[in-house]
């Protein structure tokens, strides 16, 4: 009887060729499911992945810095002996070490790379020789395209992008034969991992119909309603585009103003209700908030039309009626979270043309309204690729919900996609059971009129922080918004990035309390005051530059959820006995999270 290929029990170090043998046949039949699962949904569709356009825009930008170093000789001359020093003095070195003789590093990884922890990548000098000239030629390709001459601003940080995609890509860490840990680990388990994890890819190309969709948490551990997104609380209204969720209050008094939370279409809300522990919502339920969320639709082709008026009218609008029914009160408190940001953001802005006070202040989390310093995701919104985009989307209605979450982990090549490239599909570990990547794995669709106006207003044209953008006609001035602003931006974000939102401080017109969070786009705003991992700067006004603000700004080890509280509190300090869920004129359509959520992309 031949033995599970999961079995990672060994007696030698030496392989066992018969089980080893075994374990290469299932591999190969992981690998035909694999070829067959990317080959089928490409044979039904006829052309080509989109990937395919992805990696043309990478060639046309490469050649563009290439081009310019041909149009110098000489110079490109000095930079091919600049590269070619250094790995004469890595061979210098490497024959030293390999004569017991002690030896300075030509080139060593950044402190928080954690490719190249294994010992032997220092101790073994063919895999230190491997590594460095990896670093090396990597930290060269860097260098050419921040030195070619007579690029544009934006084709250089396009060039930027894809040779960080394609750096990463080539490390010799994520190959079998050129990574000790790897080698070791299948001779161990005489390939066992190796048939494992190509049993995954094949299971993860059929999940992505043809496309790799990476796995990065094990799913069968989650359940939304069951142990995420479980705080109390009813739908209460519901619409083609929204659910509005109502929290059960946990206090008997509460403060009298509501507050309504506007999260992102481009994740799901829940992000903010992940677990008792991290949970914002519940924690602000208990701080004695009544609170109203935002559940967005998962869009399908009957939504390609629904734009940004839209997700304005049928979204912020019918949740301020909703919340004026449910509880008597015109006026909130609300939130935005990054393009939910953005829309309540425009929705202000549109509200002050038309003198309605009905969001009397508002926070923004990671939330762009200025997008000049938009970071990596402006790669993805020149005018060609725009087009493109838009093609794809009249096909369907809609942006599949893969492509946002493959652009995002693109943004973190090294630990979102090639980390899980070689844990899972070459060591053949399934990945941990992990809240925050089930939610990253969650993704959601973009209706294409939505989409294609968001990327050409915001990251393109820039058109809300110009005073250009136009909704229903009118011409939207932030500095009309009057309203206090809390605008909470992350210091590691690389999707909003904080000098991004710290610029858009400055396009309000009224009184802004700017405050800079550690880590990043999601664990700086899920940063509990239960378990506070992290910090965060508090230091005036917003004006300036970032780096000269952060320097003079105060640190505060923890949360900055309290600091946020007592910000809403002295706003509105009134309070009003707790209201409960269906107490006002709406009825309760349901228990939360609702329905909308559960729709998977």
């Known amino acids: 009887m031949d033995k599970p290929y999961g079995d990672q029990k060994t007696k030698s170090s030496a392989p066992d060729f018969e089980e080893l043998s075994r374990n290469m046949a299932r591999f190969l039949e992981g690998a035909t499911k694999a070829t067959a699962a990317y080959l089928k949904p490409l044979e039904e569709r006829g052309s080509p992945p989109e990937m395919a356009n992805d990696a043309s825009e990478a060639i046309r930008t490469l050649g563009r810095v290439a081009e310019s170093w041909m149009s110098d000789p000489q110079k490109a001359l000095e930079a091919q002996t600049r590269l070619g020093s250094q790995f004469l003095d890595l061979w210098a070195t490497t024959l030293r070490k390999a004569q017991g003789e002690s030896a300075e590093p030509v080139a060593e990884p950044e402190s928080k790379d954690g490719r190249f922890k294994d010992p032997e990548w220092s101790e073994n000098p063919v895999f230190d020789f491997l590594k460095q000239a990896y670093l090396i030629s990597s930290r060269w390709a860097e260098d050419m395209v921040e030195e070619a001459d007579g690029l544009d601003e934006r084709t250089r940080h396009k060039a930027q992008f894809y040779v960080k995609q394609i750096s990463s890509a080539l490390s010799p860490s994520n190959f079998l034969l050129t990574n000790p840990e790897l080698i070791r680990e299948t001779i161990k388990e005489n390939g066992a991992n190796l048939a494992r994890g190509m049993a995954m890819l094949a299971e993860d190309i059929q999940a992505g119909s043809g496309e790799l969709k990476i796995r ?3 799913p069968g551990n989650f359940k939304v309603g069951e142990n995420i997104a479980t705080t109390p609380g009813k739908v209460v209204f519901r619409n083609d585009l929204i659910e509005l969720i109502q929290y059960a209050p946990s206090t008997k008094q509460v403060l009298k103003r509501p507050l309504l939370i506007v999260p992102p279409w ?14 914002f919502i519940r924690w602000a339920v208990a701080q004695g908030l009544t609170v109203f969320c935002i559940s967005w639709v998962n869009p399908k082709e009957q939504h390609a039309e629904k734009g940004f008026e839209h997700y304005m009218r049928e979204g912020i609008f019918a949740a301020l009626d909703a919340i004026e029914q449910a509880t008597g009160e015109k006026k909130v408190t609300a939130i935005g979270y990054c393009v939910g940001g953005t829309l309540l ?15 009397d202040s508002a926070t923004f989390f990671t939330a762009q309204v200025d997008f000049t310093h938009a970071g990596d995701l402006k790669v993805f919104a020149d005018e060609e690729q725009i087009r493109a985009i838009e093609a794809d989307m009249k096909k369907r209605g809609y942006l599949e919900g893969s492509r946002m979450a493959n652009a995002f982990n693109m943004l973190r ?9 070689v844990n899972v599909y070459m060591k053949g570990q399934a990945p941990s059971a992990f809240d925050l990547l089930y939610w990253n794995s969650d993704s959601t669709r973009m209706p294409a009129a939505n989409h294609a106006f968001y990327l050409r207003n915001c990251y393109l044209d820039n058109t809300l922080a110009k005073g250009e953008m136009k909704i229903d006609g009118v011409k939207l001035d932030l500095k009309k918004i009057k309203a206090p602003i809390f605008n909470l931006a992350a210091k590691e974000d690389h999707i909003a990035p904080a000098r991004s939102v710290f610029l858009g401080s400055q396009m309000f017109g009224g009184p802004v309390d700017f405050v800079l969070a550690g880590s990043g786009h999601i664990a700086g705003v899920v940063n509990s005051a239960n378990k506070p991992k992290y910090q965060f700067w508090t230091g005036g006004p917003a004006e300036g530059e970032l780096e000269d603000w952060t320097a003079k700004a105060t640190e505060t080890p923890g949360s900055w959820w309290p600091y946020w509280f007592s910000w809403i509190e002295k706003q509105a300090p009134k309070k009003v006995p707790a209201r409960e869920p269906g107490s006002g004129k709406l009825e309760p359509l349901g228990d939360a999270p609702g329905t909308y959520v559960l729709a998977r992309a």
């Open 216 to 218: 990065q948490t094990d």
């Open 266 to 279: 481009i994740n799901k809300y829940y992000i903010l209700d992940l677990n008792p522990e991290k949970s």
């Open 345 to 359: 953001a425009v929705t202000m802005a549109y509200m002050a043309a038309k003198r309605d006070k009905r969001i």
């Open 413 to 421: 090549p090294t630990d979102l996609i090639w980390s899980n490239v």
